[in-house]
């Protein structure tokens, strides 16, 4: 009874019921990119409406979190990534309060995804982060070690690692791959010991699929409510799985997002309780589908699929049937998709691409290009409706995180605090 206690508590946590202002996750309290929040910057650049910045060590991908007056952030502290640490700062005036490092063998990754691309979670006492093949770790707020798993396995890929850790009620969500074998795993918060894991089956050697072609999954799960029940979704190398956050069974999937370049899934699926969409990587397909059901969903709950895209990486927002989605090429930045049947609306050109994911804030769009360009628009499915670009002059592949007024943006040279 006390478990299941947490557990729903943990779940109301999760959907706004938390500290009030927290940006505990990736993507956010709901995992959704959505701010509760007003009155947050609209125009800002490196010298404008800047309260802190401080220098960080070495380039990443990772966003930063806030959580009960601390920012954590991920950065390695060498090329090759065999120190890998969960940095904090006070939120105030960003004074760094500690650093705790992983070392590790090399492994390999891209140079345009470097060590530490996973966001670390917290739930104001305690702070998650996963370091890949190094393993998952837990810290209190002062930094002292609670628990560590460093036996989850080996998850080798050239592309690296890069998805992020859920914290929902008494257990943290992983998705731990890409690698030869790939899971879903639910341990204890208390303890790190596993409540459950689920095995994702796949035919190749983790990096290339049976015909030779790129597969891997850098996903980070989302927790959704569908069919009136908490839900663990998760985009797979060629499927999006459905978890029970109790047990780890699988309640359903839908297939779609395998691709002729590859069996890839970078960003997470957009999920509401009646639509959801689903992007490949590698310029893959995108399906749009109706969650919920049982089994294989895909012939009766996949509305649409359009099986070529633009390079996809960060992950989109829903607003009514609209998806807005920002992307990794650099011929075009933002586009609205109709999600209902996969109709494109409108496409931007731009000067650059995004690999961050887009936060929808007071009623405005706001994604930080790869230039550190950040754009602010309406979610207008009409047209483009552009409110301000707010350049840092430095290169950032990560989501901001929106907390009291403020924003935080990693770059990789600082991380910054916006505020007027």
């Known amino acids: 009874m006390k478990r299941a206690v947490l557990f729903i508590s943990g779940f109301l946590f999760l959907n706004g019921m938390g500290s009030a202002g927290d940006?505990?996750?990736f993507?956010?309290?709901?995992?959704?990119?959505?701010?509760?929040?007003?009155?947050?910057?609209?125009?800002?650049?490196?010298?404008?409406?800047?309260?802190?910045?401080?220098?960080?060590?070495?380039?990443?991908?990772?966003?930063?979190?806030?959580?009960?007056?601390?920012?954590?952030?991920?950065?390695?502290?060498?090329?090759?990534?065999?120190?890998?640490?969960?940095?904090?700062?006070?939120?105030?005036?960003?004074?760094?309060?500690?650093?705790?490092?992983?070392?590790?063998?090399e492994m390999p990754t891209h140079r345009t995804n470097p060590y530490c691309?996973?966001?670390?979670?917290?739930?104001?006492?305690?702070?998650?982060?996963?370091?890949?093949?190094?393993?998952?770790?837990?810290?209190?707020?002062?930094?002292?070690?609670?628990?560590?798993?460093?036996?989850?396995?080996?998850?080798?890929?050239?592309?690296?690692?890069?998805s992020s850790p859920v914290i929902l009620g008494d257990r943290v969500i992983q998705y731990c791959g890409p690698g030869k074998e790939i899971f879903v795993i639910a341990v204890e918060l208390e303890t790190g010991k596993t409540i459950w894991k689920t095995i994702e089956p796949q035919q190749g050697n983790g990096e290339r699929n049976s015909e030779g072609k790129y597969m891997g999954s850098w996903a980070t799960p989302v927790v959704a409510k569908i069919d009136g029940k908490t839900q663990v979704v998760c985009s797979m190398p060629t499927r999006v799985v459905s978890y029970d956050p109790q047990t780890g069974k699988i309640l359903w999937f839908?297939?779609?997002?395998?691709?002729?370049?590859?069996?890839?899934?970078?960003?997470?699926?957009?999920?509401?309780?009646?639509?959801?969409?689903?992007?490949?990587?590698?310029?893959?397909?995108a399906i749009g589908f109706k969650p919920g059901g049982t089994g294989n969903i895909t012939k009766t709950n996949r509305l649409w699929r359009t099986p070529e895209n633009p390079q996809n990486i960060g992950t989109g927002i829903l607003v009514g049937k609209f998806l807005f989605r920002a992307n990794a090429d650099r011929k075009n930045t933002v586009d609205c998709v109709e999600a209902t049947t996969g109709k494109l609306v409108w496409r931007t050109a731009g000067a650059s691409g995004c690999w961050?994911?887009?936060?929808?804030?007071?009623?405005?769009?706001?994604?930080?290009?790869?230039?550190?360009?950040?754009?602010v628009f309406k979610p207008n499915p009409n047209k483009f409706e552009l409110l301000a670009q707010n350049p840092l002059g430095e290169q950032c592949n990560a989501t901001p995180a929106v907390s009291d007024g403020n924003i935080f943006i990693r770059t990789f040279d600082h991380l910054y605090c916006i505020g007027e």
């Open 23 to 25: 940006w505990p996750a």
């Open 27 to 105: 993507r956010g309290p709901n995992g959704n990119g959505v701010a509760e929040e007003k009155n947050v910057p609209l125009k800002w650049d490196a010298k404008t409406n800047v309260r802190w910045k401080v220098k960080l060590p070495r380039p990443g991908n990772s966003s930063p979190i806030v959580s009960n007056g601390r920012v954590f952030v991920t950065c390695a502290e060498d090329e090759k990534g065999t120190k890998r640490s969960l940095y904090c700062f006070d939120r105030k005036n960003g004074t760094r309060l500690w650093v705790r490092t992983v070392e590790y063998k």
């Open 117 to 162: 691309a996973s966001t670390p979670a917290a739930d104001g006492k305690r702070v998650v982060v996963w370091h890949g093949s190094a393993g998952l770790f837990c810290y209190d707020f002062e930094g002292k070690p609670l628990w560590a798993r460093k036996d989850l396995g080996i998850f080798r890929h050239i592309w690296g690692y890069a």
């Open 254 to 285: 839908c297939e779609g997002i395998s691709g002729q370049r590859g069996d890839l899934a970078y960003s997470s699926p957009v999920v509401q309780e009646n639509l959801a969409v689903a992007i490949g990587g590698f310029r893959g397909p």
């Open 356 to 375: 961050g994911s887009i936060v929808f804030v007071d009623g405005k769009m706001y994604v930080t290009c790869q230039n550190g360009m950040t754009l």
